[in-house]
């Protein structure tokens, strides 16, 4: 990438020369804790975060140009609306304390309309790139420190929590969603019992 003439710097952060202790409280709080800088941690994911919805964005945009089916085509372009509001949000985060947040690919996305791949398929990755969000999301949510970014990643829950849905929704209603291996159901098999055979 770098050969390419592409930016790929992380967010730096100075090397701490002691070990400080948190003297108040307003370092987590809600309202004056927004005022301190990002903890090393915070940075992380908001970077994290923002890479993978670069990459999640980009995959949806290309595959909303080549499904066959409209419904489909929407589902994507969804898909890269909400991936795009969550580089916004993360990387305003960065930009107010000075750090660079990544740039997005959507300029190496061809042209293209010919599938590569069938709508089974492409759906599929959809479904994969909206779990993997919530993984993040939930890992971030463990580890950031102010309560108002913790309120941030929380308020994305119901939106990609609904995306995920009405694409496994729309797998369902085609025949292409197999389902999961589960526990044995116990109540069920109690019923074909042999000591309930009449």
Do not use: C
């Amino acid at each position: 990438m770098l050969s390419k003439g592409l930016d790929i710097s992380q967010p730096n952060i100075p090397y701490p020369k002691k070990v400080d202790f948190v003297e108040k409280k307003s370092f987590i709080s809600i309202f004056t804790g927004r005022d301190r800088p990002l903890s090393a941690n915070e940075i992380k994911h908001f970077h994290y975060n923002i890479n993978t919805n670069i990459l999640g964005k980009s995959l949806m945009l290309g595959f909303s140009q080549v499904a066959s089916s409209e419904n489909i085509r929407k589902y994507f372009q969804e898909g890269a609306k909400l991936a795009n509001k969550q580089i916004k949000m993360f990387s305003n985060h960065l930009a107010n304390q000075d750090l660079p947040a990544p740039k997005t690919m959507d300029t190496h996305i061809t042209d293209s309309t010919t599938p590569p791949f069938s709508d089974k398929l492409m759906m599929y990755h959809g479904s994969l790139a909206g779990n993997i969000a919530l993984t993040n999301i939930g890992t971030a949510l463990s580890q950031v420190l102010r309560h108002d970014l913790a309120a941030e990643y929380i308020s994305l829950l119901p939106s990609i929590g609904k995306y995920n849905n009405d694409g496994l929704n729309m797998m369902i209603e085609r025949g292409w969603f197999e389902e999961p291996f589960t526990a044995a159901d116990r109540k069920e098999l109690s019923k074909h019992s042999p000591g309930n055979q009449t």
